[in-house]
């Protein structure tokens, strides 16, 4: 497939039209229009509904228009690799995490990483643990921070060293901000947003003790910046890590949960042969700076704390 013929098509719908999309490209209309005429042949779809003063893609182009960015993103990310299997440590680095306490903790290590090797340029993509799991599987991320439980089966992993608190997230004002910790009979009349992975909701639901029918189930929210958002919205109390970013906010008070309610991170990935020497650099990298343990996935955590002697 020539992902050049990739690159226009989603050129198009960037651009939102032929035309302007030609001028990006700086091709001629017709050429553009031949590209993806010849490219819509070779795949034996229509890409696009025609209609008088618009595209809209069809079906089968909004399949392929996902596939496209992720053959273009394997290519960049293959020639990077190839590029890393000199002397000198390069290529980039892809990280996929949610959004957790240990999210900023992971950024500064990278950036010490980064500095350590200059030619090594960092990604990091933000999303739930479904999506960094599909993207290592494509190989279009090299490695993952996964909240427990997670199933990562066919993975390497490591236990991520420090555990993730869990409480609840209301605005300053709130008549909860005053608590200094929060129970769940505290909880009884609140609407709640709980988490939106039905494995982690299943956690928090087993805390608070209540069947499903008694809970005041006000929505949830993939990511935390959102859930941030419908918090200070009144849409109800938010059930969540502490310590995340995205809560520290004077406008916002996270306390913890009595009695307290923790989850352990996994670090994971691909095992691949040969390995990237970036990625194998990181890791290395991360064993060194003492924040991974020798806990096994998979499994309840015995890192309570720094000083755990599971974490030695």
């Known amino acids: 497939m020539d992902l050049k013929a990739c690159q226009a098509f989603l050129a198009i719908i960037d651009a939102g039209s032929m035309n302007k999309a030609a001028g990006v490209l700086g091709l001629a209309q017709p050429t553009l229009s031949r590209q993806l005429a010849r490219l819509e042949d070779e795949l034996g779809v229509s890409l696009f509904e025609r209609q008088a003063k618009s595209l809209r893609l069809s079906r089968e182009g909004l399949l392929f228009a996902r596939r496209a960015r992720e053959l273009l993103d394997l290519e960049q990310k293959t020639m990077s690799e190839l590029k890393s299997f000199d002397d000198q440590v390069s290529g980039r680095l892809v990280i996929g995490c949610g959004e957790y306490a240990a999210t900023a903790d992971l950024v500064e290590l990278t950036a010490k990483f980064q500095k350590m090797y200059p030619r090594v340029q960092i990604t990091i993509i933000t999303g739930d643990g479904a999506q960094a799991r599909e993207m290592i599987d494509h190989g279009l991320v090299d490695l993952g921070l996964f909240m427990e439980p997670i199933n990562l089966d066919g993975f390497k992993s490591v236990c991520w060293k420090h555990r ?8 300053v004002d709130h008549p909860l901000a005053k608590k200094s910790v929060i129970t769940p009979e505290d909880l009884l009349n609140e609407p709640l947003i709980l988490p ?10 087993r805390w608070l003790g209540l069947p499903l029918d008694e809970l005041r189930d006000a929505g949830s929210a993939s990511l935390a910046s959102t859930g941030a958002l419908m918090v200070l919205a009144d849409i109800g109390v938010l059930l969540s890590l502490m310590n995340v970013p995205a809560y520290r906010r004077p406008d916002l008070r996270s306390i913890p949960f009595e009695p307290q ?3 352990c991170l996994a670090l994971a990935w691909k095992e691949r042969f040969p390995m990237p020497p970036v990625l194998t650099r990181f890791l290395s990298f991360l064993h060194a700076q003492s924040v991974t ?17 599971s974490c030695a």
């Open 196 to 205: 939106w992975r039905s494995e982690v909701r299943n956690l928090v639901i």
């Open 164 to 171: 993730e608190l869990w409480g609840a997230i209301v605005p």
């Open 261 to 263: 309610l923790s989850s």
């Open 293 to 309: 343990c020798s806990c096994p996935s998979q499994t309840e955590c015995s890192c309570e704390s720094e000083e755990s002697e």
